[in-house]
């Protein structure tokens, strides 16, 4: 028998799984929002909410792909005797524990004749590859059947046969308007359970590619994306009204992210230009996303000795670096380290001052360098103990009681820093969270 959930949703995880699932319970913590995540893995994590979500929040995450709304939950090991055993009886059940009678009741615009529906499948295990696609087709044809049942047509989307996972791209969603017509039909086979849904919201790349080169000032160069903006703003707890800082702040990127986010935003960086150019960019976000009651004053000045108009009492800190000289090939460990031992001191003192401007309780998302090389592991800076030496605690932002299956070895337990790094790149981003104690 299948379970009909209140208020559980399955997020479709980012492609840094374990950053997604930070800046989701950091969200929700920031905002007092009561949560219970009961599956996670690195492709999706069903989440309980204490109060049903405004599908709007997916502007606000910058690591959740789909928010799919749970209807029915089956054990796996059904899914595992339907598709991995291939038990003909175990397959009929399932459709009558998948409610698709009522997924294609609710699938709008299905009588046109015109529209489209999809099924994407996403799955916890490797083992569950395979299975993952023969779910998929057959979950797309007793739709139809059930469609057809209801003098109701819609075209089951196909997928490029060099496709390798049976799941649409949110692209894919949004040119089909599959989110308005409540046409994606999303199966995600967890360790213990598997639960079937619908997508009520997708990540727009559109928007987030227009505020990356779209914004009047660029320079790709140094400019970290706005994704990652987003969800280091998260990872500080921001919320509407509170007030933000970049004290590295470039041409204003992660200080967009904190516009949009509805904070009182302050901007620093040494180099005259930058300022300028953050204006204006910020300038053009309020106008573009009409930011009526932006706020937001952008300063040249040292992060070393912070200028006086940058006050005490600031709330959050998110923040980019420099990270050291641009490397064409894989450095040695002795080389990286000298990178290091020349940064550490600018990072010192950033640290001392934020921890003069923030706020008790006040929270700092940075990123530092980690370098690969050529031989071992990658050489990176000790942040943590730097940011203690000043008075910072280091958080980690998976609390066990938000776990439905805390158990002693709770994987995510000592988490304190997570790592963005691409295989083209030689350096990559550490991403840690200090709070000044309250
Ligand atoms: C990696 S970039 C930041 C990029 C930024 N996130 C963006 O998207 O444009 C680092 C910035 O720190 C600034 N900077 C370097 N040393 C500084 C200092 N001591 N105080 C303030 N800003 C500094 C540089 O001018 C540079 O713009």
Request: proline share 5%; net charge negative.
């Amino acid at each position: 028998m299948s379970i009909t959930p209140k208020n559980v949703y399955c997020f479709i995880s980012g492609k840094n799984w374990k950053l997604s699932l930070a800046e989701l319970t950091s969200y929700f913590d920031a905002r007092a929002c009561s949560f219970e995540v009961s599956e996670f893995c690195r492709s999706f994590f069903i989440i309980k909410t204490q109060t049903p979500l405004d599908w709007s929040i997916i502007d606000e995450l910058g690591g959740t792909l789909k928010i799919v709304e749970a209807t029915a939950f089956v054990p796996t090991e059904h899914v595992v005797d339907a598709f991995i055993k291939e038990d003909k009886a175990a397959k009929r059940q399932l459709k009558f524990d998948f409610p698709l009678d009522v997924v294609a009741e609710g699938m709008s615009r299905a009588d046109s004749g015109k529209s489209v529906f999809g099924v994407s499948v996403y799955w916890a295990d490797p083992e569950f590859r395979h299975a993952a696609r023969l779910a998929q087709r057959y979950i797309g044809s007793a739709m139809k059947d059930e469609l057809k049942e209801q003098d109701k047509k819609a075209r089951f989307m196909g997928f490029p046969k060099d496709r390798d996972n049976p799941q649409l791209t949110a692209v894919e969603v949004i040119k089909q308007n599959l989110v308005e017509n409540r046409a994606e039909v999303v199966v995600c086979i967890g360790k213990t359970q598997t639960a079937l849904g619908v997508t009520a919201a997708v990540h727009d790349p559109f928007e987030f590619q227009k505020r990356d080169v779209e914004k009047p000032v660029q320079r790709k160069m140094f400019a970290i994306p706005p994704r990652l903006s987003k969800i280091m703003i998260n990872l500080t707890w921001c919320t509407p009204g509170k007030t933000f800082l970049d004290p590295f702040c470039g041409v204003g990127t992660i200080l967009q992210e904190a516009l949009l986010s509805k904070a009182t935003v302050i901007g620093l960086d040494i180099n005259r230009w930058c300022v300028d150019a953050a204006k204006r960019n910020l300038d053009w976000i309020a106008y573009e996303y009409s930011l009526q009651d932006a706020q937001f004053t952008v300063v040249q000045g040292d992060v070393r000795d912070m200028p006086p108009k940058i006050h005490r009492g600031i709330d959050c800190i998110a923040t980019e670096p420099d990270l050291g000289p641009a490397l064409r090939e894989l450095p040695t460990v002795e080389y990286a380290q000298e990178i290091i031992d020349h940064l550490n001191p600018l990072f010192e003192g950033f640290l001392s001052e934020s921890f003069q401007v923030l706020r008790e309780g006040g929270r700092l998302a940075v990123v530092t360098p980690y370098i690969k090389v050529r031989l071992g592991k990658p050489v990176r800076m000790e942040v943590q103990r730097m940011a203690e030496n000043v008075g910072f605690t280091t958080i980690t932002p998976f609390s066990e009681t938000a776990f439905v299956e805390s158990a002693e070895d709770f994987p995510l337990r000592d988490m304190t820093a997570f790592v963005e790094v691409d295989e083209r790149h030689m350096v990559g981003r550490e991403i840690s969270v200090f709070q000044k104690p309250t």
